[in-house]
């Protein structure tokens, strides 16, 4: 029997819902080559919050983690909503990570289990982002290129935060490829350290969550042409399916757009 909780999210993944002015929508596809979808993602039809995840591609039960960790924030913060959003982030995603890191530990047998979670909560014309992994957060102003809210914690990204003979230490004692390894997640260790961040939104302002196999095929510009070219979100997010598919899609894609009606501006972090 099909969950109550997966029976919402899968209506939510194809429908778009309009209320009291707030637009939100999501899309995702399996991609080209893989054989299963690791990646999950929850859209609050009412705009108060939106969910992307991706498992880790190659790790133990990927497609579980992503679920797990969505599933566990989605009803802690629809339980929770009273209070306050930066607080609901800090503990919905350490029960998330809890959730996955006991699915590790009790059912996998020694495997490892991991995935990104990427979250905004939408209130009183301010956005609250809580972030870990390398899916990503955008905020799209009118007449503005996006601006990337998130930070990666992949290798690569992390080496540049270091000084140099750091960087170089670490360089030197990396033993694997130079593939960009992703160094934080949800679900591998007991606790995590999540990215948060807050901000006001204006009127017009486009809230974008995309995961890394959908961001990979488009740049800043190609993000803005297409956001811009309508409306209608569920046709942006439809269009930057087609993009990455037309150029080869070798990963999983999910993207899912919130557009504000109104509000200020500026960042500060929590």
């Not at 905004?120 to 301010?126: S, V």
């Not at 961040?197 to 995309?210: N, P, R, V, Y």
């Amino acid at each position: 029997m099909i969950s109550l909780i997966h029976y919402c999210a899968f209506i939510c993944k194809f429908i778009l819902k309009k209320v009291t002015g707030l637009l939100v929508a999501g899309r995702s596809h399996i991609g080209l080559v893989r054989k299963t979808n690791e990646d999950e993602y929850y859209c609050d039809g009412r705009g108060r919050f939106l969910i992307i995840a991706d498992g880790i591609g190659g790790h133990q039960n990927g497609h579980i983690a992503s679920q797990l960790a969505v599933d566990e924030l989605h009803w802690f913060i629809e339980e929770n909503i009273h209070l306050p959003a930066e607080a609901l982030l800090r503990e919905g995603f350490q029960r998330a990570n809890a959730k996955v890191h006991s699915y590790q530990e009790n059912k996998t047998n020694g495997g490892i289990m991991g995935t990104t979670l990427t979250a905004f909560i939408i209130r009183d014309g301010k956005y609250y982002l809580g972030h870990l992994g390398d899916s990503r957060a955008y905020i799209l102003h009118q007449n503005s290129l996006p601006n990337q809210l998130s930070k990666d914690h992949t290798f690569w990204a992390e080496l540049e935060n270091l000084d140099e003979d750091m960087r170089q230490a670490m360089l030197k004692n990396r033993v694997d490829s130079p593939k960009n390894t992703l160094m934080r997640a949800i679900g591998p260790e007991p606790s995590c350290d999540p990215q948060f961040l807050s901000g006001d939104l204006s009127a017009g302002d486009i809230l974008l969550l995309m995961t890394d196999g959908m961001y990979r095929y488009t740049n800043v510009e190609e993000m803005y042409e297409v956001v811009s070219y309508t409306d209608d979100l569920e046709e942006v997010a439809l269009r930057f399916e087609q993009l990455a598919l037309e150029r080869g899609a070798r990963d999983n894609l999910t993207i899912v757009l919130y557009r504000q009606e109104g509000g200020g501006q500026l960042c500060k972090t929590f």
